[in-house]
């Protein structure tokens, strides 16, 4: 459970500062937040667009 919400922390805070150039403090309390109530899907869905979107 800790390495699955370790995981979604880390693509939260990612996307929010390299996508939405969210600053760094800002996108670390946001993540912290959002860690724990967002689902699988959608982490999965946010991962895939990253992949995208860095081609």
Known sequence: MV???SKKHHVIK???TEILNID???AE???CAI???ISNKSIS???EF???YKK
């Open 3 to 5: 390495e699955l919400i």
């Open 14 to 16: 990612q996307s929010l």
């Open 24 to 26: 760094s403090s800002v």
């Open 29 to 31: 309390t946001d993540a």
């Open 35 to 37: 860690e724990h109530v």
């Open 45 to 47: 869905d946010i991962r």
């Open 50 to 52: 990253m992949r995208a």
